[in-house]
C-alpha cells in the first residue's frame, strides 16, 4: 500500500477491524521509504525515533485494549512499558521524551516483531466480539485508532525534521508536486452574530472540542486561501527578522537567541532561497504556502501587514459559512506531505494543506469533561502555554479531521506542518 493510495482513506462507517487493519497498515505504509538508520535518529528533544512511534502506537493497544479487557493475553514483554509509555503518569515510570533517542534496544525488527504480536490478538480480540464489545470499550479503541493517526503526522513531521536537517536533503515521497499558479488574495466575509462553536453529534471527537457553546462575533472578514512562500517572502525582505516592532518580547528574545532569519527549511543557495519538501532540496514555489511557521512568525507577519490571526472561534464560524468538504490532495493520502497553491476561488484551504495558527490560548471549554484514569490525561493537562491550530495539514489523514478539531503546540515550535491566515476587522 502506498502512502498516496486513495484505497488507503479510512471511513468511518467501516467496522472496528476494518478501520484497524487500515490504520495500523498505513503506519507502516509511511515508513516504508525509511533506511534502517533513519529508524533510530532523535536530531533535537522534541523528535522522537520513527521505530518510537512504531512501538508506542502499539504499547497503546496492548495497554489499554487486550491486557485489560483479553484474560487470556499475555504481554509481549512486559518491559516495554518503560519504553513506549508517553506521558501517562498513571501507567507507571517511563523513559524521557529527550532521552527516547538514547536506545538502541529494542531494535526495530524486535518493534516490529511486538507489532505482528498486538495486531494478531487485536483482530482476534476483534473478530470474535466486536458486536458485543460495550460502548465504552468501542469508545476507547476508537481513541486508540484516533491516536495512532495522530502519530502518523507526527512520523512525518519527525522524518522530515531528521531527513530535512541532513546536508544530503534526502527525498521521502514518491510524488513530484505540481507545478502552481498564482491567484490574489481575497476576503470572505463573516457577519456580526452569535455562532455555536464546539462539537456536537455522536461521531468521535476529543474531549477538548467538547462543551459546545455560544459566543458573540462581531463582522470580520477572513482571506480566502493560506499565506504563500511569495508574500512571506516580502516580509523577510522588509527586514521582519531584524525589526522588534513586530515581534512580541518572548518571540523576540526567541528569534534572536536563535539567530533565524526565515522559516525551517529555507536554505539558501547561490543567493536564492532553497525549500526542503519532502520531494528534497529545490527552489521555492512562491505560489505555495508558506510552510513550518511558529507563532510568533506569524503573529509578527500579521502585524507587519496591519492585519491579525483569527480567534479560534472566528476560524469556526468561518468554516461554517465558507467550509469546503475536505478533499485527497489536501490530506496525508495526497502523498506530498506538503501543501499545494490554491488555484481557485474554490479552494479557500480551510480544510487540508496546514495548520492554521489562531490567537486562541488552549484553554477548556464551557462543561469540559474532565475523564478520570488514562483518558484525563490525553488533553487537558495541557492546557497551558499553548496556542490553537485549526483545519488539519497535507500529514493530516482525511478520515482524522473535523472543522471543530483544537490542535495546540507552544508558540516556538514550527516543525510542525503550519501555516497563516489572516483576517480584518469591519468594526
Same mark, same amino acid.
Given at each position: 500500500?502506498?502512502?498516496?493510495?486513495?484505497?488507503?482513506?479510512?471511513?468511518?462507517?467501516?467496522?472496528?477491524?476494518?478501520?484497524?487493519?487500515?490504520?495500523? /497498515?498505513? $503506519?507502516?505504509?509511511? !515508513? /516504508?521509504?525509511?533506511?534502517?538508520?533513519?529508524?533510530?535518529? #532523535?536530531?533535537?528533544?522534541?523528535?522522537?525515533?520513527?521505530?518510537?512511534?512504531?512501538?508506542?502506537?502499539?504499547?497503546?493497544?496492548?495497554?489499554?485494549?487486550?491486557?485489560?479487557?483479553?484474560?487470556?493475553? #499475555?504481554?509481549?514483554?512486559?518491559?516495554?512499558?518503560?519504553?513506549?509509555?508517553?506521558?501517562?503518569?498513571?501507567?507507571?515510570?517511563?523513559?524521557?521524551?529527550?532521552?527516547?533517542?538514547?536506545?538502541?534496544?529494542?531494535?526495530?525488527?524486535?518493534?516490529?516483531?511486538?507489532?505482528?504480536?498486538?495486531?494478531?490478538?487485536?483482530?482476534?480480540?476483534?473478530?470474535?466480539?466486536?458486536?458485543?464489545?460495550?460502548? *465504552?470499550?468501542?469508545?476507547?479503541? =476508537?481513541?486508540?485508532?484516533?491516536?495512532?493517526?495522530?502519530?502518523?503526522?507526527?512520523?512525518?513531521?519527525?522524518? /522530515?525534521?531528521?531527513?530535512?536537517?541532513?546536508?544530503?536533503?534526502?527525498?521521502?515521497?514518491?510524488?513530484?508536486?505540481?507545478?502552481?499558479?498564482?491567484?490574489?488574495?481575497?476576503y470572505l466575509p463573516v457577519s456580526e452574530g452569535i455562532y455555536e462553536i464546539?462539537?456536537?453529534?455522536?461521531?468521535? !471527537?476529543?474531549?477538548?472540542? @467538547?462543551?459546545? +457553546?455560544?459566543?458573540?462575533?462581531?463582522?470580520?472578514?477572513?482571506?480566502?486561501?493560506?499565506?504563500?512562500?511569495?508574500?512571506?517572502?516580502?516580509?523577510?525582505?522588509?527586514?521582519?527578522?531584524?525589526?522588534?516592532?513586530?515581534?512580541?518580547? *518572548?518571540?523576540?528574545?526567541?528569534?534572536? $537567541?536563535?539567530? @533565524?532569519?526565515?522559516?525551517?527549511?529555507?536554505?539558501?543557495?547561490?543567493?536564492?532561497?532553497?525549500?526542503?519538501?519532502? &520531494?528534497?532540496?529545490?527552489?521555492?514555489?512562491?505560489?505555495?504556502?508558506?510552510a513550518h511557521i511558529s507563532y510568533f512568525e506569524a503573529e509578527a507577519y500579521a502585524r507587519w501587514k496591519g492585519l491579525?490571526?483569527?480567534?479560534?472561534?472566528?476560524?469556526?464560524?468561518?468554516?461554517?459559512?465558507?467550509?469546503?468538504?475536505?478533499?485527497?490532495?489536501?490530506?496525508?493520502?495526497?502523498?506530498? &506531505? +506538503?501543501?499545494?497553491?490554491?488555484?481557485?476561488?474554490?479552494?479557500?484551504?480551510? @480544510?487540508? +494543506?496546514?495548520?492554521?495558527?489562531? &490567537?486562541?490560548?488552549?484553554?477548556?471549554?464551557?462543561?469540559?469533561?474532565?475523564? /478520570?484514569?488514562?483518558?484525563?490525561?490525553?488533553?487537558?493537562?495541557?492546557?497551558?502555554? #499553548?496556542?490553537?491550530?485549526?483545519?488539519? =495539514? &497535507?500529514?493530516?489523514?482525511?478520515?482524522?479531521?473535523? =472543522?471543530?478539531?483544537?490542535?495546540?503546540? +507552544?508558540?516556538?515550535?514550527?516543525?510542525?506542518?503550519?501555516?497563516?491566515?489572516?483576517?480584518?476587522?469591519?468594526?
Open positions: 500500500m502506498k502512502l498516496s493510495d486513495p484505497s488507503a482513506t479510512v471511513s468511518t462507517s467501516s467496522s472496528l477491524i476494518t478501520r484497524f487493519n487500515l490504520i495500523r /497498515k498505513q $503506519t507502516l505504509a509511511i !515508513c /516504508k521509504p525509511l533506511h534502517p538508520e533513519d529508524y533510530v535518529v #532523535q536530531p533535537i528533544d522534541f523528535v522522537s525515533p520513527p521505530k518510537w512511534h512504531l512501538g508506542h502506537t502499539t504499547w497503546f493497544f496492548e495497554n489499554f485494549i487486550l491486557a485489560p479487557h483479553l484474560a487470556s493475553y #499475555q504481554l509481549f514483554d512486559e518491559r516495554l512499558n518503560w519504553f513506549f509509555n508517553s506521558y501517562y503518569e498513571s501507567q507507571g515510570p517511563r523513559i524521557l521524551r529527550t532521552k527516547r533517542g538514547n536506545m538502541t534496544r529494542p531494535n526495530l525488527e524486535r518493534i516490529l516483531e511486538y507489532r505482528r504480536y498486538v495486531d494478531q490478538h487485536m483482530q482476534a480480540f476483534l473478530d470474535s466480539r466486536e458486536a458485543q464489545l460495550p460502548e *465504552e470499550l468501542k469508545y476507547m479503541i =476508537s481513541v486508540g485508532l484516533q491516536h495512532e493517526q495522530q502519530h502518523q503526522e507526527l512520523l512525518l513531521m519527525d522524518i /522530515k525534521y531528521i531527513l530535512g536537517n541532513n546536508p544530503l536533503f534526502p527525498a521521502f515521497a514518491e510524488k513530484k508536486m505540481p507545478e502552481s499558479g498564482n491567484r490574489p488574495v481575497n464546539g462539537h456536537q453529534g455522536t461521531d468521535f !471527537c476529543w474531549d477538548n472540542e @467538547l462543551g459546545r +457553546h455560544k459566543v458573540y462575533l462581531p463582522d470580520f472578514e477572513i482571506q480566502d486561501r493560506l499565506v504563500t512562500n511569495g508574500e512571506y517572502l516580502e516580509f523577510i525582505q522588509d527586514g521582519g527578522y531584524e525589526n522588534h516592532e513586530f515581534w512580541l518580547s *518572548e518571540g523576540w528574545e526567541w528569534l534572536k $537567541t536563535l539567530e @533565524l532569519k526565515v522559516p525551517l527549511y529555507w536554505y539558501p543557495r547561490a543567493d536564492k532561497w532553497y525549500e526542503y519538501t519532502m &520531494a528534497g532540496i529545490g527552489p521555492i514555489d512562491l505560489n505555495k504556502p508558506v491579525r490571526l483569527p480567534t479560534e472561534f472566528e476560524w469556526e464560524a468561518a468554516f461554517q459559512i465558507h467550509g469546503k468538504a475536505p478533499t485527497l490532495n489536501a490530506f496525508l493520502e495526497s502523498g506530498f &506531505a +506538503h501543501p499545494l497553491a490554491s488555484e481557485t476561488a474554490e479552494d479557500n484551504q480551510l @480544510l487540508g +494543506h496546514l495548520w492554521e495558527w489562531t &490567537a486562541s490560548a488552549y484553554l477548556p471549554y464551557p462543561n469540559f469533561p474532565r475523564f /478520570k484514569g488514562a483518558l484525563g490525561e490525553y488533553n487537558g493537562k495541557f492546557m497551558v502555554n #499553548q496556542m490553537i491550530l485549526r483545519g488539519g =495539514s &497535507a500529514a493530516t489523514p482525511i478520515s482524522h479531521i473535523r =472543522s471543530t478539531y483544537r490542535n495546540f503546540f +507552544h508558540a516556538n515550535m514550527r516543525w510542525q506542518f503550519s501555516g497563516i491566515r489572516l483576517v480584518k476587522d469591519n468594526h
